[in-house]
């Protein structure tokens, strides 16, 4: 491999020729190797977003002439598609500031803005701490990516396939809306419910947590940005933070707006706690949500089986014909990794001293995992789960006509002790309740029928 050399305050560092990085990159990637977590690609991307409208924002305040800021543009915009990706090798486990990290994009985005110029015959060099990174500090710009990453991800990513399930649900809850099954509580019998109204329970917590989203994620509209080291915003010049900021909003058409408080911004991400409060909500209705239907679909002859599920692939290197509920698997396996993010956000967005918190790449590499997992997940299991669930009717009026909670439509009409004696004789001795109720002499034939109805026994006493 060759190399050249490049230059950082401390001095000389061997970078690979065919990179864009430069000397302080180069010594994160020698000082910190650490686990195998890169910093995210959404990270990255919107860090070339900041550093664009930063760049046309200071050409327009006059503080960097047209070419330099073109180029800079230019840079800007192979990274945001992606074409850079291989110059960007940090490690999430690096300083807490994500300096190094901010180090990477400047020093890439002015190596190629370098080239850009050279190629057009300029003269102008590109510095990248006094040219990418005027009115700025990694203080203030680590949080703007984090922020921008973070409401791009959830608008973007999450809500679509949130939306998405939560339609199919709607469907399946009307579609079955008149097929009576047993209910369960405490994984046992309980009386009537249609495979409707149970789904309904599924769709409305999808609804509740899209709703508990979108009103926390606003709250990560507020951007750090041109706060610089310690909020003050020293070094930056008037009108910087205004226009930079229109730009990002027209880049990314997203409603962000400065932070009232700049020292605060720098410092806690109690907002990022509270939006991932939202999606750990989520999660946990997925959760519950993937096991109810790996439950119902269970069997599929010694199991529950009053539903269906797709069948996707073999489940089984040794059982020839076996196949099992992986959808609901990787869902539920998705929901822990949330849970398990929760905690070290929480944990994580309570540390650091004085003007500013210390682990912010923790907190960001954290909260897009887990927007992304929950986005993947979702996407996944409509499409190849929840779209396919379809009602076993043999199992389902098998189970509800053998149900003892059937009794429980009795309670007003002979009280709650003798439906209990026909529930406990029909159980000890094996009868229907019918017959149970006919040997107790407690009812007639007729009026068993009349009472003990499952379709009166889903909705109030009329």
Partial sequence: MEYRIEQDTLGEMQVPSEMFWGAQTQRSLENFKIGTERMPEEIIRAFAILKKGAALANQEIGQLSAAKARAISDATDEIIEGKLDRHFPLL???TGSGTQTHMNINEVIANRGNRVLKEKGSSEWIHPNDDVNISQSSNCNYPTAMYIAAVTVIEDHVLPALSKLKETFSKKSADFDQVLKVGR?????????????????????????????KESYRKMEELAFAGTAVGTGLNTYKGFAEVALEKIKSFTGKSFIPASNKFHALTSYDEVVYTHGGLKALAADLMKIANDIRWMASGPRSGIGEITIPVNEPGSSMMPGKVNPTQCEALTMVTTQVMGNDTTIGIAASQGNFEVNV??????????????????????????????????????ERNLENSLMLVTALNPHIGYENAAKIAKKAHDEGLTLKESALNLNMLDKDEFERIVNPSNMVHPIS
Avoid at 192 to 210: A, N, V
Avoid at 374 to 384: E, P, Q, R, V
């Fill in 92 to 94: 999430v486990w690096q």
């Fill in 185 to 213: 509580t405490h994984l046992q019998d309980a009386v009537p419910i249609t495979l409707g109204q149970e789904i309904s329970g599924w769709h409305r917590m999808l609804e509740k947590s899209e709703m508990m989203i």
């Fill in 359 to 396: 682990f912010k790449p923790v907190i960001a590499y954290n909260f897009l995992q887990s927007a992304r997992l929950l986005a993947d997940g979702m996407n996944s299991f409509n499409d190849n789960c929840a779209i396919g669930i379809e009602p076993n009717h043999e199992v389902i």
